[in-house]
């Protein structure tokens, strides 16, 4: 509770009750109950004085509620239960959800560094995570986080710590991504969650520990973690409906990134499923309504047009964002989990479709001056485990032939693409890890496994050996290439791929 001015007694409020001040009636300010409202048998309830008129900050404004006729104590509702327990309360006006108080430990600034050490993880981060995966706004951060108060913001420096962790390479010797400072982010980004306080930067940092998770395969913890973001973002009113919106949005910036988290989420809920499908998404499935991200170049810059959006109903152009095509590619993904899910008996006309709207989205990928493979490679995973279930079907009872033909076929074509596009141009193999998002890891693991079990020519040989020296250099960057090349060399050892 607000500590009582100088000019208050112990025993009174600093204002006037909410009754008496309605009725324009005279209040003496008793607590827990004025005369007044004792008299009448009213709710007394006592408003904290605000440090600026038109402030709605809920650092300033907060709801007591007496706990007893005794007046031993009075205890204020925070926000955050007010918006659980009976969010009408706040229709009236829109309110700023109260920061954490938790307070940052000396241990977990020291792990930041100093001032220049956090603009070279920043530096490093925009350079290379962003660039397939731009959910935090450039602008925003560099004006907003970065000011040298942000110490005292534990929102902002689970954000700065979760940075980075996730640009910083997981270690060789022992080859273990549970580091230190993977279990201190994680610790500190738990405590900052559960201190009643709601926050983009908060969430951004559970986004990037999940990513972290995922590509350095840490299970079951990523797809728990992915899960957890997608609660936070529903609490925090992002992709709901208004009736739980927490705070105004002012800037079209603000809104960008708000869809842009939200897309981040679904991405991520889409692909920690790709290899065992059946487990329910976090997310719902986007519509052909909804809005893809906007230009990222200009986002970057802070410039955000209403007439620059586009829907999941508009044909895929070459004037969409990078992450906007990767957004589609990971609904489609999600569309084709839902269909593997089912079983081999579903319906043909579905698969086919999907089959034909993939190979569309990579070809038209590939048809650009400048090719995004990050998202290319994302489209192939798509695509592969849409036949995974078909690719060892000689393990199956009653599998469609057709559909293991065609298997055959997107593998052998894909293996095509491999070598004239992603190695021959050095745009999957020879890139430099610290740059490459891991979507790509699936496909080129069951391409390469598929080689190793049902081929045995010049060609086969050349696709596995390429496709292992890719996981080997991948490895540096994301330890789940390694965890892949485990998996090869076990099968490849029992002789049963």
Same mark, same amino acid.
């Given at each position: 509770?607000?500590?009582?001015?100088?000019?208050?007694?112990?025993?009174?409020?600093?204002?006037?009750?909410?009754?008496?001040?309605?009725?324009?009636?005279?209040?003496? $300010?008793?607590?827990?109950?004025?005369?007044?409202?004792?008299?009448?048998?009213? @709710?007394?309830?006592?408003?904290?004085?605000?440090?600026?008129?038109?402030?709605?900050?809920?650092?300033?404004?907060?709801?007591?509620?007496?706990?007893? +006729? +005794?007046?031993?104590?009075? #205890?204020?509702?925070?926000?955050?239960?007010?918006?659980?327990? *009976?969010?009408?309360?706040?229709?009236?006006?829109?309110?700023?959800?109260?920061? %954490?108080?938790?307070?940052?430990?000396?241990?977990?600034?020291?792990?930041?560094?100093?001032?220049? *050490?956090?603009?070279?993880?920043?530096? $490093?981060?925009?350079?290379?995570?962003?660039?397939?995966?731009?959910?935090?706004?450039?602008?925003?951060?560099?004006?907003?986080?970065?000011?040298?108060?942000?110490?005292?913001?534990? +929102?902002?420096?689970?954000?700065?710590?979760?940075?980075?962790?996730?640009?910083?390479?997981?270690?060789?010797?022992?080859?273990?991504?549970? @580091?230190?400072?993977?279990?201190?982010? !994680?610790?500190?980004?738990?405590?900052?969650?559960?201190?009643?306080?709601?926050?983009?930067?908060?969430?951004?940092?559970?986004?990037?520990?999940?990513?972290?998770?995922?590509?350095?395969?840490?299970?079951?913890?990523?797809?728990?973690?992915?899960?957890?973001?997608?609660?936070? %973002?529903?609490?925090?009113?992002?992709?709901?409906?208004?009736?739980?919106?927490?705070?105004?949005?002012?800037?079209?910036?603000?809104?960008?990134?708000?869809?842009?988290?939200?897309?981040?989420?679904?991405?991520? *809920?889409?692909?920690?499923?790709?290899?065992?499908?059946?487990?329910?998404?976090?997310?719902?499935?986007?519509?052909?309504?909804?809005?893809?991200?906007?230009?990222?170049?200009?986002?970057?810059?802070?410039?955000?047009?209403?007439?620059?959006?586009?829907?999941?109903?508009?044909?895929?152009?070459?004037?969409?964002?990078?992450?906007?095509?990767?957004?589609?590619?990971?609904?489609?993904?999600?569309?084709?989990?839902?269909?593997?899910?089912?079983?081999?008996?579903?319906? +043909?006309?579905?698969?086919?479709?999907?089959?034909?709207?993939?190979?569309?989205?990579?070809?038209?990928?590939?048809?650009?001056?400048?090719? *995004?493979?990050? #998202?290319?490679?994302?489209?192939?995973?798509?695509?592969?485990?849409?036949?995974?279930?078909?690719?060892?079907?000689?393990?199956?009872?009653?599998?469609?032939?057709?559909?293991?033909?065609?298997?055959?076929?997107?593998?052998?074509?894909?293996?095509? $693409?491999?070598?004239?596009?992603?190695?021959?141009? #050095?745009?999957?193999?020879?890139?430099?890890?610290?740059?490459?998002?891991?979507?790509?890891?699936?496909?080129?693991?069951?391409?390469?496994?598929?080689?190793?079990?049902?081929?045995?020519?010049?060609?086969?040989?050349?696709?596995? $050996?390429?496709? !292992?020296?890719?996981?080997?250099?991948?490895?540096?960057?994301?330890? %789940?290439?390694?965890?892949?090349?485990?998996?090869?060399?076990?099968?490849?050892?029992?002789?049963?791929?």
């Amino acid at each position: 509770m607000q500590s009582l001015s100088s000019g208050s007694m112990p025993d009174q409020a600093q204002q006037v009750c909410t009754q008496c001040k309605t009725r324009k009636r005279k209040c003496d $300010k008793a607590l827990p109950k004025c005369s007044t409202c004792s008299k009448r048998n009213f @709710t007394c309830e006592y408003q904290r004085s605000s440090s600026s008129r038109n402030s709605t900050s809920a650092s300033n404004q907060s709801w007591y509620i007496p706990t007893g +006729d +005794d007046g031993c104590g009075v #205890q204020s509702i925070d926000f955050p239960t007010m918006l659980f327990l *009976d969010p009408s309360t706040l229709q009236h006006g829109q309110v700023e959800i109260s920061r %954490a108080s938790l307070p940052v430990m000396g241990h977990i600034l020291d792990l930041l560094g100093d001032m220049n *050490d956090i603009h070279a993880t920043a530096s $490093k981060f925009f350079g290379h995570i962003h660039l397939w995966m731009p959910f935090v706004s450039k602008k925003r951060f560099y004006e907003i986080y970065l000011r040298s108060s942000f110490q005292s913001r534990p +929102d902002v420096v689970v954000l700065l710590l979760s940075l980075r962790l996730i640009t910083t390479l997981p270690p060789t010797s022992p080859q273990n991504p549970r @580091t230190p400072l993977y279990h201190t982010a !994680k610790h500190f980004y738990l405590e900052v969650e559960a201190s009643s306080s709601f926050s983009i930067p908060v969430l951004q940092a559970g986004i990037l520990l999940a990513l972290y998770e995922l590509g350095h395969a840490i299970y079951p913890a990523a797809y728990l973690s992915i899960g957890a973001c997608a609660r936070y %973002a529903h609490a925090i009113g992002i992709n709901v409906s208004s009736m739980v919106n927490t705070r105004r949005v002012l800037t079209l910036v603000e809104v960008e990134e708000r869809r842009r988290v939200w897309w981040a989420i679904i991405i991520l *809920d889409r692909f920690v499923s790709i290899g065992c499908p059946g487990r329910p998404f976090a997310t719902a499935d986007p519509t052909l309504d909804d809005l893809l991200p906007a230009d990222d170049a200009a986002w970057d810059q802070g410039i955000v047009r209403a007439d620059d959006s586009f829907t999941l109903s508009s044909p895929m152009t070459g004037h969409m964002s990078k992450f906007a095509l990767l957004c589609q590619a990971a609904r489609l993904l999600g569309q084709v989990l839902h269909n593997v899910s089912h079983g081999l008996a579903n319906d +043909d006309n579905a698969w086919m479709q999907l089959d034909r709207t993939l190979h569309s989205m990579v070809a038209a990928s590939l048809n650009v001056d400048f090719p *995004d493979y990050d #998202q290319i490679t994302f489209a192939y995973s798509a695509l592969v485990a849409l036949y995974t279930p078909c690719l060892y079907s000689k393990n199956v009872i009653g599998v469609d032939t057709d559909r293991s033909q065609r298997a055959r076929i997107v593998i052998q074509q894909i293996t095509e $693409k491999i070598l004239t596009n992603l190695v021959g141009q #050095q745009c999957f193999l020879g890139r430099d890890p610290e740059g490459m998002a891991p979507w790509g890891l699936f496909f080129a693991y069951h391409v390469c496994g598929t080689h190793m079990r049902f081929t045995q020519t010049p060609e086969s040989s050349q696709i596995v $050996k390429c496709l !292992k020296e890719t996981f080997r250099a991948i490895d540096v960057r994301w330890n %789940a290439a390694g965890v892949y090349l485990q998996l090869l060399e076990a099968h490849e050892a029992m002789n049963n791929f």
